[in-house]
């Protein structure tokens, strides 16, 4: 299964002043796998430590936080030389030893010529709880679900994905049936490796599926382990009310629909928490679509699962209703469309993007990222303003900067003009091709966004 983190770790390791890399990501995202196939493929030897199936390595072998030191007891625990350069040493469910967590700044410091890759499921709670965590003394990389990009790749259709990236509209559109066809498939199925390798191989749903309910129970059992007993029934209905808030028109998350009477200060931990342990995304909400979107946030925000073919699974969806026709798109509301559509922006983008909308919350903007001024192909150059509308896309707005022969301030009201009496836009819905990259879904704020108001469609 190829994994497009996988060039992350090779610019890593050819790196002149590398230090240890913290891999990063939600349980059951393939962390371990890639490790280890990054050190059968690219060194002569591997040293792996699972601090979660023996409890006494930990005690055995970083009493201390002296990296060479560590390197001396661990070749005689496992009577095998660790070469600089030649071993890689993968610290895995490094949150269950915060000895070793915290001997990754002696390594940068004293020890930078040894490959050392950690991770952990739960990494994300160590990092709040431990104070001794190495600042500034890790590189990080982020690993998620699979992206459609990397389904294609691994459900054998490499030829499409090829297409995909070559932005081809044309011959895109000549297969809109193939690709109409795996996008189905990726909302039910998702991102995540054993899902994906069980159709891969079988095609068979129901054994995805029940792959799917281990993985939500494995997340269940986590909630038991190493939540506060105070937080583990909040935490477990903030998960449940996931599928109905996105299922609304309007998917902010709503406190109320947790449970009548819901304040935010009775789940706010609960839903950090989530955060936390990479389980859920939060996407916040910005009052004015201006950069730095986060000087405009405020205290509303939308919560989506950490997988599409999860968010299918717990929502109850019947294959069938997928499967059959073109309800991919307007079932559920649209909020596969939506999930889908952030997801491929978290893998490919550093930030969580934002969304927009207005004060009456009769206009949106279904997500929106800082620094898309860049010309050429990083550019973005569609803006929809709804993803979840069942309706034909009539209307799709570029932005300024990608338009070259378009003044800048075409959409800017004249200075002369009355401002307009704002109005509720139409509807409307996702392109006609929801496979292409997600980045062509978003733009940098254009010149009307500092207008409460809506676009007037043009």
Same mark, same amino acid.
């Given at each position: 299964?190829?994994?497009?983190?996988?060039?992350?770790?090779?610019?890593?390791?050819?790196?002149?002043?590398?230090?240890?890399?913290?891999?990063?990501?939600?349980?059951?995202?393939?962390?371990?796998?890639?490790?280890?196939?990054?050190?059968?493929?690219?060194?002569?030897?591997?040293?792996?430590?699972?601090?979660?199936?023996?409890?006494?390595?930990?005690?055995?072998?970083?009493?201390?936080?002296?990296?060479?030191?560590?390197?001396?007891?661990?070749?005689?625990?496992?009577?095998?030389?660790?070469?600089?350069?030649?071993?890689?040493? &993968?610290? $895995? %469910? /490094?949150?269950? @030893?915060?000895?070793?967590?915290? !001997?990754?700044?002696?390594?940068? =410091?004293?020890? +930078?010529?040894?490959?050392?890759?950690?991770?952990?499921?739960?990494?994300?709670?160590?990092?709040?709880?431990?104070?001794?965590?190495?600042?500034?003394?890790?590189?990080?990389?982020?690993?998620?679900?699979?992206?459609?990009?990397?389904?294609?790749?691994?459900?054998?259709?490499?030829?499409?994905?090829?297409?995909?990236?070559?932005?081809?509209?044309?011959?895109?559109?000549?297969?809109?049936?193939?690709?109409?066809?795996?996008?189905?498939?990726?909302?039910?199925?998702?991102?995540?490796?054993?899902?994906?390798?069980?159709?891969?191989?079988?095609?068979?749903?129901?054994?995805?599926?029940? &792959?799917? $309910? %281990? /993985?939500?129970? @494995?997340?269940?059992?986590?909630? !038991?382990?190493?939540?506060?007993? =105070?937080?583990? +029934?909040?935490?477990?209905?903030?998960?449940?009310?996931?599928?109905?808030?996105?299922?609304?028109?309007?998917?902010?998350?709503?406190?109320?629909?947790?449970?009548?009477?819901?304040?935010?200060?009775?789940?706010?931990?609960?839903?950090?928490?989530?955060?936390?342990?990479?389980?859920?995304?939060?996407?916040?909400?910005?009052?004015?679509?201006?950069?730095?979107?986060?000087?405009?946030?405020?205290?509303?925000?939308?919560?989506?699962?950490?997988?599409?073919?999860?968010?299918?699974?717990?929502?109850?969806?019947?294959?069938?209703?997928?499967?059959?026709?073109?309800?991919?798109?307007?079932?559920?509301?649209?909020?596969?469309?939506?999930?889908?559509?952030?997801?491929?922006?978290?893998?490919?983008?550093?930030?969580?993007?934002?969304?927009?909308?207005?004060?009456?919350?009769?206009?949106?903007?279904?997500?929106?990222?800082?620094?898309?001024?860049?010309?050429?192909?990083?550019?973005?150059?569609?803006?929809?303003?709804?993803?979840?509308?069942?309706?034909?896309?009539?209307?799709?707005?570029?932005?300024?900067?990608?338009?070259?022969?378009?003044?800048?301030?075409?959409?800017?009201?004249?200075?002369?003009?009355?401002?307009?009496?704002?109005?509720?836009?139409?509807?409307?819905?996702?392109?006609?091709?929801?496979?292409?990259?997600?980045?062509?879904?978003?733009?940098?704020?254009?010149?009307?966004?500092?207008?409460?108001?809506?676009?007037?469609?043009?």
């Amino acid at each position: 299964m190829e994994r497009d983190a996988y060039r992350q770790l090779l610019t890593w390791k050819q790196q002149p002043s590398r230090k240890p890399l913290l891999l990063t990501g939600a349980r059951q995202v393939g962390k371990t796998w890639l490790m280890e196939e990054f050190g059968r493929r690219e060194y002569a030897s591997v040293v792996k430590l699972s601090f979660n199936e023996d409890d006494r390595l930990e005690r055995l072998l970083f009493p201390d936080r002296n990296a060479r030191a560590v390197i001396k007891r661990l070749e005689i625990y496992r009577e095998q030389p660790i070469e600089p350069s030649a071993t890689l040493l &993968i610290l $895995d %469910e /490094i949150q269950d @030893a915060p000895s070793a967590l915290a !001997s990754l700044k002696s390594f940068a =410091e004293t020890a +930078p010529e040894y490959h050392v890759i950690a991770a952990g499921s739960l990494l994300g709670l160590a990092l709040h709880r431990d104070s001794s965590f190495p600042v500034g003394k890790v590189s990080f990389v982020d690993l998620g679900p699979l992206t459609f990009s990397e389904f294609l790749r691994a459900t054998g259709r490499a030829r499409l994905d090829e297409l995909l990236a070559s932005d081809d509209m044309q011959a895109i559109a000549e297969m809109a049936d193939l690709f109409v066809a795996a996008l189905k498939s990726y909302h039910l199925v998702g991102g995540m490796p054993e899902a994906v390798a069980e159709f891969a191989s079988s095609g068979d749903y129901s054994s995805v599926q029940s &792959i799917q $309910d %281990e /993985i939500v129970r @494995a997340y269940d059992l986590d909630v !038991s382990k190493h939540a506060a007993p =105070e937080l583990v +029934p909040r935490i477990r209905r903030v998960l449940t009310s996931i599928p109905q808030q996105l299922a609304r028109e309007k998917s902010r998350f709503l406190y109320s629909h947790i449970e009548p009477g819901a304040r935010s200060r009775s789940y706010e931990q609960a839903i950090q928490w989530l955060i936390d342990a990479g389980i859920v995304t939060k996407v916040p909400r910005v009052t004015t679509p201006r950069v730095p979107l986060k000087a405009y946030e405020d205290d509303a925000f939308k919560l989506f699962f950490v997988d599409i073919g999860l968010l299918a699974r717990t929502s109850g969806l019947v294959p069938a209703t997928i499967l059959d026709g073109s309800r991919v798109f307007t079932e559920f509301k649209g909020a596969l469309a939506e999930q889908y559509v952030l997801q491929e922006f978290v893998a490919t983008q550093a930030d969580v993007p934002h969304y927009w909308s207005n004060d009456r919350n009769t206009a949106d903007i279904d997500f929106l990222i800082d620094g898309l001024g860049k010309p050429s192909r990083q550019c973005a150059k569609l803006l929809p303003s709804s993803l979840t509308c069942p309706k034909t896309l009539s209307t799709l707005m570029c932005s300024p900067s990608c338009r070259p022969n378009t003044p800048k301030n075409r959409h800017a009201p004249s200075k002369r003009a009355r401002p307009r009496r704002p109005r509720t836009p139409k509807r409307l819905a996702a392109p006609a091709l929801p496979f292409a990259r997600a980045s062509r879904y978003v733009t940098s704020a254009p010149s009307w966004a500092s207008h409460t108001s809506a676009p007037r469609n043009s």
